[in-house]
């Protein structure tokens, strides 16, 4: 299995891993000249998408069943006859969301998990790594759901790996390299990888409990998240209408 405080440290110089298929045996490193990621103050909600997050159409929560959403991204389908996550990989981010540091968004239709997505936080960035959709809408959900709170929480960086159509047409943008490391070492580098093993014990902080966990009024005082009225500080998923306003609210 790959070893999680290697996996962190990949993170924090712009390096993640891929594999070739599901049940390919290697696993190999990759370093995008082009690097695609999402502005937080950037995400686009069309007229159709606000109405279904408003109407709280799907059930949206964190880290509910982050083993069900990898399955899920892993899940050969018509759109994605392969997938790039094999069985080391699988098990190294089962591994890092039992120690803090991956965490995952669910979209529920009743009972039916029908989407989501899944990615490692680490300081004040979160690393996408897949998202899928089982029903209309449903991925678009989970990132919206996603990009909110990581608004909320103090986050500065959302990294979406490669560009999409899909990610494109929500308002991703693209950056080169250089760019993004920039930007990748202003949201870690209070993270004290270098030393060691200690930082596993850690999880991955105050953003992403803020981020993925139960929000309570003490969250204000948390350092770099700013103070929001009491509609925000809610207990569990937030609801439809709370999304929509932290994805507009203007700093």
Known sequence: MI?????????AIGVFPMSDDREAQEVYW???????????DGFHISHS????????RFRVTANRDF??????????????PTT????????????????GFAHSVEVWDGEELVGGLYGVALGRAFFGE?????????SKV?????????RFAGFTLLDCQFMTDHLRSLGAIEISQRDYIQLLEGAVDDVPLASGRA???????????????????????????SPLPPSFTVSGPASGQDILQLLTQTS
């Open 3 to 11: 070893d999680p405080l290697v996996l962190l440290q990949a993170y």
């Open 30 to 40: 990759i370093e995008p000249k082009r690097r695609a990621i999402m502005p937080l």
């Open 49 to 56: 998408l606000a109405k279904t997050i408003r109407q709280d």
């Open 67 to 80: 083993a069900g959403i990898v399955d899920l991204c892993a899940q050969a389908a018509g759109d994605r």
């Open 84 to 99: 790039w996550i094999n069985r080391e990989i699988e098990s190294a981010y089962r591994h890092l969301h039992e120690i």
């Open 130 to 138: 897949s998202m899928v959709s089982r029903r209309t809408d449903a």
């Open 142 to 150: 989970a990132l919206a759901w996603l990009t909110a709170r990581m």
């Open 199 to 225: 930082v596993l014990a850690g999880g991955s902080g105050s953003c992403a409990e803020v981020a993925f966990g139960r929000l309570s009024g003490a969250v204000a005082g948390v350092e770099g998240v």
